[in-house]
């Protein structure tokens, strides 16, 4: 692993924006439905992300997992009494599961750690560490390795149904039970993954793409022997491809209802499905609430959670399915990122804004976990922008360094996905920009979620310029309306972010100062044939084949195709063992560069798509601020 050769400098002396990396950070906590004392969270206190499991009776913590690159794939079983979490070598997501006690002492292992007392939620110190790969035995024995394609755990302690995906076999699910071997129960070329498992472990919820579009899964019910229930699939017979998901079975004995999102008004909304008889409840919340609604059951099975997104923001209601009441469930104006009913009727949620940092809170009027050290310090609040664009009206987010006015020195942060959105919610690199006296816009182009399913959608075949004409339009706006500086422009983003950055210096070469690509595409038919599985399914769905059947739809995507065009410097970070953006496109790409002498940067690391390590994340953060003072000035 690749890390700063710096010291971490005294909290006194250390820059706010490098406080935000390093303040002690918690998820949401998963709880045991058999046992909702016992909870795992993510959290990187030690600096680097890991697994660490809490009872909530004794307040006691310790660390799950300890490996160089982080861990942050883990599940707890619903009795409570095991933590799996996916080993996968250096962040090449390939691997996996094993499995550990809650407990981490009970079989003589690892030990335990002591929290405050009283459980209050605030973190003691870490006991004995655990988690890593020689002292964790295998999950699920007789299983190769693989990418994760979902996992669900039974109540009686020793059932997994596990997805499996590799280049090989295309996607598979596997029964494994303890003590017997791994048996088969699904198998297909194209994408799929495991749902969830009802609460009598007998049914198994599948998402799949059989149908060859990776954008819009169907679903299909199976006995745990592998027969079929029941199918419900969206994408026939209609003007266009509709999706769907699974949100969950209820949580009830003997119940076979399945919650379902689906798109058949145009954006995604929960309704009900009785998996034995058929039966489809529509919640007509649509009509009620605007924006993407998803859901998870009540513990009872009486009541939905809702998380309600709408233009970048989000909140929480309950709704009561006897009486179909709505009520709102209060939370501050911001981010919702994750939300669950706790057995009391309380809910707990992960709540964050652009100006203050995420924190985990209770309805109940208390901050749930609350990890000791150093705060994040606030930042700016974010603007909220509309531009008139091809597609239809853009969403952008702006945050301008306070007390500032323009025309500004403008980092246009563009974000990955595609099928994602960027929100009113805590994000440190923007921050960072901001510090540093950069306005910071980030735009929702078309391709994004939250604004419908026809917006998401829209990004076909012409994967990419599709994304950089909403851009051009948002950058018109912010050099017209006097706020960015035209000469001091900064391209950047991650993974799909990377991909449009280096795709938009090649296609608009005049329109940017500087580039900053991180993990990016930057040959897309490399790109294509080196990735995971998954990600091909996806590309051939964006780009209507492969590249051997649609050679100029990549090749008029594929950032190689103008890079010779690149007239701003470029600053690029690739993973080494990334199998999203794979190292060999990214070279292929630099070495264009280098050929004719190009003004460029490369920075290679140790770890995957990312890195959960905060000294790694920093230096990097560093690597670009400098890259910019160097290039644009002060």
Known sequence: MTESNEATPHEGTMPEWEKRFRAPRVSLPDWAEDAPHRSLFVSNATGTYELYAWDRDTGAQRQVTDRPNGTTDGVLSPDGEWIWWFDDKDGDEFGIWRRQPFTADADGGTGTGTGDEGGSGNRGESGGRGGSAGSDA???????????????????????????????????????????????????????????????????????????????????????????????????????????????????????????????????????WDVLSGEETDLELASRLDGDLSAEWYPDGSALLVVNSFEARSELWRFDLAARRLERVPTPKGSVSGATARPDGSVEYLWSSSAEAPVVRSTSGEVVLDPPGMKAPRSVPVEDVWVTGPGGRIHALVQRPAGASGPLPTVFDIHGGPTWHDSDSFAAGPAAWVDHGYMVIRVNYRGSTGYGREWTDALKHRVGLIELEDIAAVREWAVSSGSADPDRLILTGGSWGGYLTLLGLGTQPDAWALGIAAVPVADYVTAYHDEMEALKAMDRTLLGGTPEEVPERFEASSPLTYVDAVKAPVYISAGVNDPRCPIRQVENYVARLAARDADHEVYRYDAGHGSLVVDERIKQVRLELDFAERHLGG
């Open 138 to 272: 295998p999950a699920a024995p007789g299983l190769a390795p693989s990418y994760p394609a979902g996992l669900a755990l039974g109540r009686d302690g020793r059932t997994a149904i596990v997805g499996r995906s590799t280049d090989e076999d295309g996607s598979t699910i596997y029964v494994s039970r303890t003590g017997e071997d791994p048996v088969e129960v699904y198998r297909h070329r194209e994408s799929a993954g495991v749902g969830d498992l009802s609460h009598d472990g007998t049914l198994i919820a599948v998402e799949h793409t059989e149908h060859g579009d990776a954008m819009h899964s169907a679903l299909r019910v199976l006995r745990i022997d592998g027969s079929t229930v029941s199918e419900l699939d969206d994408t026939k017979g209609g003007t266009a491809e509709l999706g769907l998901e699974v949100l969950g079975f209820a949580p009830v004995a003997g119940d076979t209802r399945l919650l379902v999102g689906h798109q058949r008004r145009g954006r995604w909304e929960p309704m009900v």
